[in-house]
């Protein structure tokens, strides 16, 4: 039998390239043959074939025990052959590794060719066990008298101690002495290896500075120089000796040498190392700067993109020097490498501050124009044109057009105006405008980040709330928008928003019925169901808008109108009612009921003419009879009685417990079970707990819950645990009461505070403070249906004041319940997307509060707060970590 | 560290793959997607992978973890190394170029041929430079005399089991291993090309 060599295989596989799965199914079959036989060259052949099928992603674990066997050949271009096939295909959970120890530990007491290979091997695949049983062998080869062997052990002593820690003391000591190895090999190896170590564990490793800033002053290999230096940059920020002793020789190292590798890690060092704080660091941040700057302007392509990568570290201790490169900066975004533009987007994110944040969101926005307008939303191209830099020339090549790349384009864009609830935003009209404009020309799929940031905006920022609802009927009025919806990246959940802010804020439109027309056109059956449920409800909204305004000036005329409306708001329910979709069908039929109501008062309605009232000289009619349908004013109230605002992220938390809820009463007492004891009993503590933290009653509360649950345990049956809440005593009744008139205190100097009629007095919060910048040259919204547009100005009411000439207000704190105290704020990372809850159907339609409503600004000195009840946790390792992380002082305050 | 040197043809085709830590997906999955993204780049380029899809798929760990792709491309072949924080993006284009200047001197001009037959070979050269994912020597005169020796123990091995044996098996300068390669794909020398 001729057996075919790894070459004949390759050759093979090139000469049946159009039927390879044939030909390697043969193949694998003939390794399956030959891997059995007793031959050991033959074995290894067929191991090396199949080590090389590996590579091209055919399974070979079926023959790790014949890896094995190879392995142990004393042969040395076998053994080779086996250690390769091991390292290229064993992996943690291979079974055979436990049975390579013996065969590593006589391998590692072999010649010096097997001791490389093995320690090579070893350095593949070694496992735990197998870094715990050679250890020693392997600590033991740092000595070997050959530096090729020593700088090998280095390494595998590094990945057995990655493997089985436990070894590090004892083998840390012998690395040590490496770093004095006369070779200079081992020792840059040591260096490597520590740089691994100390990325890990810095703390454990600030000992070694001396010795490593020995070498470092010594030493003119480059290669171990930047490991050095980069070894230090992970060193220096837990110990500041060290960065006052490294700052002469990096500042010098940078001045001098000529690799551009090693100055680049010398900058990037001193940036991560801290070392730019010191006293004397300012004039080493800007030689930093400098240099970076330099590289950006460099033709080397490599250079530009490292720059970029460190500018962005240096952005936030030093600012106003990168922000000198902005100009550069920029046309990096519009580089034509798309790595370099992934780099340049986040060195903006990083720059972004309140007086460039309109440019460079413009700009960004600008990338996101397509050039060519025969490719879909050309009204967006339209209404973009003027907006779009003449320096953007994108070519057709340009990465501008891959998706993915727009997509993180325009998260950027949310991202730099959202951040830190818009503490950039200073001109909130222009950031509607930028949301909806992004909706327009995005062409990726960002509908429900644009859709949560309008509702939020228009939620938290009051004064902006006229400007959003004149754009939001732009939006809806635009069929070519409506048109696109179903494609892929269009954004359709803009909708949503727009619906929803429209029937919200319908307060703000004179002529709410002619919207009716668009939200009620039978195209948004092509709309998602929950966009339709919310185009439902907000047409309803409307309606009772616009009802309740009629019937204050009555004219019999109306009569058909209103007819004609109810008609076709009921025509379009009924069919909405039949739809597949619980939310939509359950919004029409709830519509559809409360319109046949009206449509049969209308019905019934006869108009009174002057004449009829002289005849019947209010005798019939009584006075309070209103001239007009009742019923024009039985919608408007469902939805206009409370108004909206933000609610905080804690507010759920922060509900008082009703007096007279015992939340520990069983509402169906539990079968007595001696079996579910314990159990039982843990869930009681545990609510007993909770309850008694929320309600803030602290030790003593907790205590009772103990001494409750003991007597349940020593009595061993079933307690049904009752309110152990104490009567109210006439003190906290007084305190309350207080509490209560220091709230309506600061209600009423509140000048935000709804139905307050006394002057606003003048804010100290800076953000009002804020000047706010009428932008001449906004972009023009899209006006793709024209004959609507000219409309939508008259459509708004008049309003006395002008909108831009009202102090921006964000509510970035959102509603609480009474008496709860603001928290802290969250940290950015735990915020979720929505801070706010919109919900379709207003705020009025959940919920109605017990309580006055309460809004809690900044600038209001919490006078009527009382003190914080100290509340000393008895039982802290019954409570479960997530519990107690989430429990914070400011909780407990003030539910009494 | 480094996590994986990859290295393909202009067609995609794995010519070595090694993975110096476990990875999420299968081998050819992620040759394919680095392939797809760096085969689109035209020559004047950075050469730093990096794309919006790329971070997702080799999977976003914090800041100190988050891994680069670092390539240069040789005539038809690129050679890929995907690398973490604690390794110099500058230091790791040289280390290519070391690698490549290693395999030249070994393969004697070397080709893409040399790497598809005898990649059990450019593992061995990979292994003086790198290993665990710890770069081990960086200085070619020491990393010849390596490949030299081992190579040497190989042969030498090889002729002591096989005496009859005419020069197949095992050995650096391997054109005198008499392949019949079909010479009319030798076209691409490696030699030097794109040297900084």
């Known amino acids: 039998m001729w057996e075919r060599t790894l070459q004949d295989l390759i050759r093979g596989l090139r000469a049946n390239k159009k039927d390879e799965a044939k030909f390697i199914a043969q193949a694998v079959d003939e390794i399956r043959k030959e891997i059995r036989s007793k031959d050991m060259e033959l074995k290894a052949g067929a191991i090396l074939k199949l080590t090389y099928l590996d590579m091209l992603g055919y399974d070979m674990s079926w023959a790790s025990f014949n890896v094995v066997e190879v392995m142990s050949s004393p042969k040395y271009h076998l053994k080779s052959v086996g250690y390769l096939a091991a390292s290229q295909s064993f992996g943690p959970d291979t079974d055979v590794l436990m049975l390579t120890t013996n065969l590593l530990k006589k391998d590692l007491v072999s010649n010096p060719g097997d001791i490389a290979i093995s320690l090579n091997g070893l350095s593949h695949f070694v496992s735990p066990d197998l870094a715990r049983d050679l250890s020693h062998d392997l600590v033991a080869m740092l000595n070997h008298s050959r530096p090729h062997i020593r700088k090998r052990a280095v390494i595998a002593v590094y990945k057995a101690l990655v493997k089985y820690p436990d070894a590090t003391a004892f083998a840390l000591t012998r690395m040590k002495e490496k770093l004095d190895d006369p070779d200079q090999g081992v020792v840059s190896a040591t260096i490597n290896v520590l740089c691994e170590l100390v990325r890990r564990n810095p703390q454990d490793y600030l000992p070694l500075a001396p010795q490593l800033f020995r070498l470092l002053t010594t030493s003119s290999n480059n290669w171990m120089l930047i490991k050095l230096i980069k070894l230090f940059g992970f060193l220096s920020p837990y110990e500041p000796r060290l960065v006052r002793k490294l700052q002469p020789p990096i500042t010098e190292l940078i001045s001098t040498t000529p690799a551009i590798s090693l100055l680049y890690e010398c900058v990037h060092t001193c940036i991560v190392g801290g070392m730019l704080q010191m006293h004397s660091g300012n004039s080493l941040a800007e030689m930093c700067v400098t240099k970076l700057a330099a590289f950006l302007q460099d033709p080397d392509q490599n250079l530009k993109y490292i720059a970029l990568l460190a500018l962005v570290k240096i952005v936030p201790s030093h600012p106003h020097l990168v922000a000198k490169y902005q100009d550069v900066i920029m046309t990096s975004v519009n580089d034509q490498d798309i790595s370099i533009r992934m780099r340049a987007l986040d060195l903006i994110t990083a720059m972004v501050t309140p007086d460039n944040l309109q440019s460079i969101a413009q700009q960004l926005l600008s990338h996101l124009v397509r050039p060519d307008p025969s490719t879909a939303l050309p009204s967006a191209t339209q209404s973009l044109a003027n907006v779009t830099s003449p320096s953007s020339v994108i070519s057709p090549l340009s990465p501008s057009q891959s998706s993915a790349y727009r997509l993180t384009l325009s998260q950027r864009i949310v991202e730099i105006c959202s951040q830190d609830t818009y503490a950039n935003v200073a001109d909130f009209q222009w950031y509607l405008s930028v949301l909806v404009d992004l909706s327009y020309v995005a062409n990726v799929d960002i509908g429900k980040e644009i859709r949560d940031q309008l509702v939020d905006v228009v939620s938290r920022v009051r004064a902006v709330r006229r400007w959003a609802v004149e754009l939001m009927i732009r939006l809806l009025s635009d069929d070519t928008f409506l048109r696109n919806a179903r494609e892929e990246g269009s954004c359709a959940e803009v909708l949503w928003a727009a619906a929803w802010i429209v029937g919200e804020n319908s307060s703000e439109i004179s002529e709410p019925h002619k919207l009716l027309q668009y939200l009620l056109q039978p195209q948004i059956s092509t709309l998602a169901p929950e966009t339709i449920a919310v185009y439902l409800q907000a047409s309803v909204k409307l309606f009772g808008v616009w009802a309740a305004g009629l019937s204050k000036q009555w004219d019999n005329d109306d009569l058909p109108k209103v007819k004609d409306i109810v008609e076709t708001i009921i025509g379009c329910m009924r069919e909405f009612a039949a739809s597949a979709d619980i939310e939509v069908q359950e919004r029409a039929a709830n519509a559809l009921q409360l319109f046949s109501f009206v449509r049969a008062d209308i019905n019934s309605f006869r108009p009174r003419t002057d004449s009829i009232i002289a005849i019947d000289g209010g005798f019939e009619t009584s006075m309070e009879d209103p001239i007009y349908p009742k019923s024009l004013l039985l919608v408007n109230p469902l939805f206009s009685l409370y108004e909206l605002n933000p609610v905080n992220l804690a507010a759920q938390n922060n509900v008082p417990v009703p007096e007279g809820l015992d939340l520990d009463a069983w509402i169906v007492p539990p079968p007595r079970d001696t079996f579910l004891e314990p159990a039982s009993v843990a869930v009681d503590d545990d609510l007993l707990l909770k309850k008694g933290k929320s309600k803030g009653k602290g030790k003593a509360k907790a205590k009772e819950g103990k001494a409750a649950k003991n007597s349940s345990r020593r009595g061993g049956e079933r307690v049904v645990l009752t309110s152990s809440e104490t009567p109210e005593t006439p003190e906290q009744r007084a305190e309350r009461e207080q509490q209560r008139l220091a709230r309506l205190e600061r209600q009423r100097e509140d000048p935000y505070y709804i139905g307050d009629k006394t002057p606003s007095r003048p804010d100290q919060d800076d953000i009002d403070s804020i000047p706010v910048v009428h932008l001449d040259d906004m972009p023009p919204l899209p006006a793709a249906n024209s004959a609507a547009s000219p409309h939508f100005s008259s459509l708004l009411r008049e309003s006395t004041t002008h909108i831009s000439a009202e102090p921006v207000v964000v509510d970035r704190d959102g509603e609480m319940p009474e008496g709860a105290v603001l928290l802290p704020p969250l940290p950015p990372s735990q915020k979720p997307s929505r801070p706010i809850t919109p919900l379709s159907n207003g705020a009025s339609a959940h919920a109605p509060p017990a309580f006055p409503e309460y809004v809690i600004e900044d600038e209001v000195p919490r006078t009527g707060t009382p003190e914080p009840i100290k509340v000393v946790r008895a039982k802290k390792k019954s409570t479960p970590g997530a519990k107690k992380k989430r429990t914070r002082p400011a909780e407990l305050e003030g539910l009494q | ?196």
Not at chain 2, 87 to 108: H, K, N
Not at chain 2, 150 to 163: D, E, G, T, V
Request: with cysteine; charged share 20%.
């Open chain 2, 1 to 196: 560290m480094i996590h994986s040197v990859i290295i393909f043809n202009t067609s995609g085709v794995p010519r070595l793959t090694k993975f110096y830590t476990p990875i999420y997906q299968s081998t050819q999955t992620l040759v394919q997607k680095i392939y797809s993204l760096i085969n689109t780049r035209s020559a004047g380029l950075c050469n730093f992978l990096d794309a919006p899809e790329l971070e997702d798929f080799l999977g976003r760990r914090d800041e100190h973890e988050q891994l680069r792709v670092v390539y240069r491309s040789y005539a038809t072949l690129h050679f890929v190394f995907v690398v973490d924080a604690s390794e110099s993006e500058l230091g790791v284009l040289d280390l290519i170029q070391v690698f490549v200047e290693s395999l030249d001197r070994a393969f004697e001009n070397v080709c893409e041929l040399d790497l598809v037959f005898h990649f059990d070979e450019v593992h061995h050269i990979l292994a003086e430079i790198i290993q665990g994912g710890l770069v081990l020597e960086t200085n070619l005169e020491e990393i010849d005399s390596s490949v030299r020796h081992a190579a040497q123990a190989r042969k030498q091995s090889f002729a002591s089991a096989n005496p009859l044996a005419l020069g197949v098996g095992g050995g650096v300068g391997p054109r005198s291993a008499g392949i019949p390669t079909p010479l009319g794909w030798l076209t691409g020398k490696l030699t030097g090309v794109g040297a900084r």
